[in-house]
């Protein structure tokens, strides 16, 4: 689906309820508190203020009504496609800015992070990396300038953790074409996606490979899942295929086996481990306005030993996972990442988030779960990263077996 099938909306530069926002506070001490953001170079940092400009004014301003309504705002895909965000590092941009770039889409709102994640990191990624000439000239134009949206379909109902070894959706090849049988379940955008990368079982030599899938393709149907308590704005979809048929020249050529996406998945563990870094700083921004804003016993509750004390351990947690995550960039740089290293940062990351966002709750007190509140969607958000793109314990269990040569999973 392209976006210009959406109706066109007009962008509203309004201010957001100051009930809901959870934007950097005016006044205080800046929230990147070992000034991380200087490793990036004027340029960079000019790209990012343009960024976060957009995110503040055309983002922000609509994401509490959408997460409320579980609805996906398209009236922003215009202002982002302008920021040139899609396919960053196929142009050379450093591995630091698109981190920062993560962080601060996180910040303002984490499914809006996840969705242009899937798009432009797993979709666009494996196009880019793994495609023939062919399918780079005929999908990425449209993916880079997010008049097309792509997704992902890995993950099944039955299996996610041991999805590599245990995949039951099939291709089965019969000439030039295959036919593809099963379902997929979690997959971000794919209710509007215009082409779904479905990754399947080769019936043939039992190796997983690649198809790019029509969305309108006879016998693909995508149903939202519903009644989520956390990324609300993420359209996931159970993909069920029954008998679609893909053609050969529709299959990635550079994936014959589930070693060759493992690229793929590490880097996007490392985005994701930036998303962790993001809710933490939204859930410090939050609770430190409302601290400051919110009075008991005739002063700010800001001005409590016990609140002072929340407030700096939020502040700890973000500071050290933003210093991962400045090494994990490094090298990816370097091109020395090690899946493990990822495995670690995302671990880490969301261990300290799920702090820092119950410690940002407790902050608000009873405000603290209601959606009319920033920090309620935060909170509700954390739990979703926490488990996503390898949960916790798997995360911990990779970085067990790198450094005792023992794997705690077979």
Known sequence: MSIAEHPAVAVH??????????????????ADFLGYEDLLTPAERLRLDAAREVFELDVRPLVADHWDRGEFPFEVLAPLAALDLVGMSARGESYLLQGFMHLELARVDTSMSTFLGVHSGLFTAAIAQLGSAQQRAHYLPDALSLRTIGAFALTEPDH????????????????????????????????????????????????????????????????????????RIVQNATITLTNVEVSEQDRLPGASTFDDINGLLTSSRAWVAWQTVGLQFAAYDCALRYALERTQFGKPIASFQLVQDKLVRMLENATTSLGTMVRIAQLQQAGTLRPEQAAMAKASGSARMRESAALGRSVLGGNGISTDFGMARVFADAEAVYSYEGSYEINTLLVGRAITGISAFQ
């Not at 100051?18 to 800046?30: E, F, K, Q």
């Not at 953790?161 to 379940?185: P, Q």
């Not at 215009?194 to 790019?212: E, H, N, P």
């Open 160 to 231: 996610g953790s041991d999805i590599s070894r245990c995949m039951e959706t099939t291709a089965t090849r019969r000439g030039d074409f295959w036919t593809l049988n099963g379902v997929k379940r979690w997959i971000g955008n794919g209710t509007f996606a215009s082409t779904v990368l479905v990754w399947a079982r080769d019936t043939a030599d039992g190796q997983i490979k690649g198809f790019l899938v029509d969305s309108t393709s006879a016998g693909l149907r995508a149903v939202k899942i519903e009644n989520k308590i956390a990324l």
């Open 13 to 30: 530069r309004t201010p957001s309820d100051s009930r809901c926002t959870d934007s950097p506070v005016a006044g205080c001490a800046s």
